[in-house]
């Protein structure tokens, strides 16, 4: 799967997710700090679209964030979702840019892994199908697997999001040899899976340390980061944190 031709390098997009701008706000209750501060701020930062997950316990983004963000960005928004009945009357509701289909348990931290799509085709092909017809981009994060990436393309997904959650963790824990495999393998399923013309995005845990070799694969347009430029933030400022990230992206695409 390595001789597929690359796609030509172009404009890497950066999605800003603001889901824990919310989880700080909901940690005290009340109104600050506010998420769509924060994606109005990303916007004027480098960000090239704003990610937002709604999840079904409602941990972070809420109903109404949703319903502001829609009113009042002019940066795509990417939402991200469980594949469920009432998040699905929700997206056809709002009609976002793009619906981005995540595994969700209530009791993980964050999202572990990618959705498993192969075993569910049939059910997720009917999912899908009303979000398209409504004009949302289809979304699947999966992980860097043949199998998953074939099932994505026969249900008529138009994006796929390789997830880089193992990649980041190599990294951190040292794991080098580890972390070099886990490369590979996103290079190699970034290039299968613009062959069978899906576009390709990327994230989950990415950090100045990490996100140079993802920006530097051709197929690759575009990586949604989110907690790391929140944690940043408390540090350097949002605006900064997001033009550093800019910079080490468009850096690693020249």
């Known amino acids: 799967m390595t001789n597929h031709v690359p796609a030509p390098l172009g404009h890497l997009r950066l999605g ?3 889901d824990h701008v919310a989880t700080v706000r909901n940690a005290r209750g009340g109104e600050w700090p506010d998420p769509v501060r924060a994606a109005l701020l ?4 480098g960000a090239d679209g704003i990610t937002a997950h709604l999840r079904e316990d409602r941990r972070h983004i809420s109903d109404h964030d949703i319903e502001r963000l829609m009113d009042t960005l002019s940066l795509p928004l990417n939402f991200e979702m469980a ?12 009609r976002p840019h793009a619906v ?8 993980e931290r964050t999202t572990e892994g990618g959705l498993e799509v192969a075993r569910e085709e049939n059910r997720l092909a009917h999912f899908i199908a009303p979000l398209r017809d409504a004009g949302c981009r289809v979304s699947i994060f999966i992980a860097a697997d043949p199998r998953q990436i074939e099932a994505a393309h026969r249900i008529g997904a138009e994006v796929i999001e390789l997830h880089t959650g193992a990649y980041c963790d190599a990294h951190a824990e040292g794991r080098f040899d580890e972390r070099d495999a886990e490369l590979g393998r996103l290079r190699d399923m970034a290039a299968f899976a613009h062959s069978l013309g899906l576009e390709v995005h990327a994230g989950h845990g990415l950090t100045y340390d990490t996100v140079a070799p993802v920006a530097a694969l051709p197929q690759v347009m575009e990586l949604n980061i989110g907690h790391f430029l929140v944690g940043e933030a408390i540090f350097t400022g949002l605006g900064a944190a997001i033009a550093e990230m800019r910079r080490l992206m468009d850096a690693a695409r020249a």
Do not use: F, G
């Not at 594949?83 to 709002?94: G, V």
């Open 16 to 18: 800003v997710n603001i």
């Open 83 to 94: 594949a469920t009945d009432e998040m699905q009357k929700i997206a056809l509701r709002h």
């Open 100 to 107: 981005c289909l995540v595994p969700e348990k209530r009791e």
């Open 42 to 45: 990303a916007q004027q930062s």
